[in-house]
């Protein structure tokens, strides 16, 4: 029985890491369809909550995710491991994204607020996927508009596609005519402040959630 739990938690986690936009929500056909064949076999699993008490997934012990080296809106080289001592919520994105960005941050700001005097023990990281468009300035711009404490970050063409493929992010232009978007997968992930990779957040958690998560992190390191 631990091993068909093993395997439909295993199914879940390659599930959110492609969880891009405009796809299904979790709780849905496919994710749903896993939960219930958990619950079925174990009577204790429930949609709202992972195994370990998190809201978020899980993903404590995975191997990818763990570094970049990319350059902040100021011009200077950034790692992750800049960022230990703090809970970090990494987010991958492009300033002219529509919805699925804006509505991220916006819940990283939420979640800020909702920390209060911890709030200062959560960094906020953004990526850009679209470094033709997003120039430095613009993402300063773009991040302060949120909070001014959330971090900008960006690289070349081959550094973000790197960068990407090294986190399990998926994204592609799409055409608009004279123009194009980004499609792009819609995760952001969580670090413990030890820089340890810990939660795969869905983009449909609420902000109330993730804040209680975060808050396990920090009170646990």
């Not at 703090?86 to 919805?99: E, H, M, N, S, Y």
Request: net charge neutral; hydrophobic share 40%.
């Amino acid at each position: 029985m631990m091993l068909f739990l093993a395997q439909r938690l295993q199914a879940l986690r390659q599930l959110f890491s492609r969880d891009v936009r405009g796809s299904a929500p979790p709780c849905s056909h496919h994710v749903l369809s896993l939960w219930i064949a958990c619950y079925i076999s174990f009577g204790l699993i429930a949609c709202s909550q992972q195994p370990g008490g998190f809201n978020a997934i899980d993903i404590t012990g995975a191997e990818y995710a763990q570094a970049f080296e990319l350059r902040d809106s100021d011009g200077r080289p950034r790692k992750l491991s800049d960022f230990q001592g703090k809970a970090v919520l990494l987010f991958f994105g492009f300033t002219q994204c529509p919805d699925v960005c804006p509505t991220a941050l916006t819940r990283a700001s939420a979640v800020k607020k909702q920390l209060g005097a911890d709030g200062d023990k959560l960094a906020v990281i953004f990526v850009t996927i679209d470094p033709e468009r997003d120039s430095a300035a613009m993402l300063k711009d773009y991040t302060a508009a949120f909070d001014p404490s959330f971090v900008g970050l960006h690289g070349d063409l081959k550094t973000t596609a790197e960068t990407a493929a090294a986190f399990r992010i998926f994204y592609s232009k799409v055409p608009t005519g004279a123009s194009y978007t980004m499609d792009h997968t819609a995760t952001s992930y969580v670090y413990d402040p030890k820089g340890r990779l810990r939660l795969a957040v869905s983009h449909s958690l609420g902000a109330d959630a993730l804040a209680s998560d975060i808050r396990t992190l920090l009170k646990s390191n």
